[in-house]
């Protein structure tokens, strides 16, 4: 129920599903005379605000926080158990129907993710991500994943693939299911930086410490931060990302997925994990 209510309720959120429907509603009300004033307004201001809010950089400053909340990781030269892989990076339905891996802007999670395996040849890679939609049951991504790294080189039999999960907070659950991490094992969490926070809340709350392992970075650094857009299309598709992932934050912790509103490196740093 969770699931199908937050996924409804923030198709009408969306900023720039938002943005759009203030615009029609203004030309609606325009239609009536009494109201033709106030509707033609409505829609000129919200037309300058979804301009203004697609071109200047507010989206990097809303990513921005959740993309530095967790450092790049450095190798320390301890021992890593095992490799965590969100989904979120494939289009399974795409992928299934072409009979190829078809990625999307996050591929970075699997092109580190193949790095990290040969970097680690011993560590376990657990794929996590199913294929629920609103309407049912989808093509499950896992599944795509782990035949592309076999096709890359990388061994099956390493290879663990979760293929139920439809949300962040179930990734951690039956990740956790699966792996049965042991007490001292390190296990590296692979997702994009702005979706690192919520990720290592809810798999702190399933009791399954990871490090993080932040990639698919939105945001430059200095200066770049501070610079407009060139499309609005590309400063709104940034501001629904944002406004989604600070959303999903304060659900979680609301819903008590996880355990702080805005989860930082210390509680992914507990039980035998560290971040440097």
Do not use: C
Request: proline share 6%.
């Amino acid at each position: 129920m969770f699931y199908t209510i937050s996924k409804v309720a923030w198709f009408f959120a969306t900023p720039s599903n938002l943005l759009i429907s203030l615009i029609l509603l203004g030309l609606i009300l325009a239609l009536f005379k009494r109201l033709r004033s106030f509707g033609i307004g409505m829609s000129l201001v919200v037309t300058l605000a979804t301009i203004a809010l697609g071109l200047l950089p507010i989206a990097s400053y809303i990513l921005l926080p959740l993309e530095e909340r967790f450092p790049p990781f450095r190798d320390d030269g301890k021992p890593v158990d095992g490799i965590v892989l969100l989904g979120g990076s494939v289009e399974a339905a795409d992928s299934a129907s072409r009979g190829m891996i078809v990625s999307n802007e996050s591929a970075e999670r699997v092109l580190d993710t193949i790095e990290l395996a040969h970097r680690y040849p011993k560590a376990r890679i657990l794929i996590s991500g199913g294929g629920g939609t609103v309407f049912g049951d989808g093509a499950a991504e896992a599944p795509i994943i782990a035949a592309y790294l076999g096709s890359v080189g990388i061994d099956p039999s390493r290879i663990l693939v979760e293929e139920r999960s439809r949300t962040t907070s179930e990734n951690a659950v039956f990740s956790r299911d699966l792996a049965k991490p042991r007490e001292g094992e390190r296990w590296l969490l692979v997702t994009s930086a702005w979706h690192m926070p919520r990720a290592v809340g809810v798999f702190e709350k399933a009791g399954f410490p990871v490090t993080s392992y932040p990639v698919d970075f939105r945001t430059g650094g200095g200066g770049n931060n501070h610079r407009p857009f060139a499309f609005v299309s590309e400063g709104l598709r940034r501001l629904d990302l944002g406004a989604k992932e600070w959303a999903g934050l304060i659900g979680y912790y609301a819903t008590n997925r996880t355990p702080r509103l805005f989860p930082g490196p210390q509680a992914s740093a507990s039980g035998g994990s560290a971040n440097r």
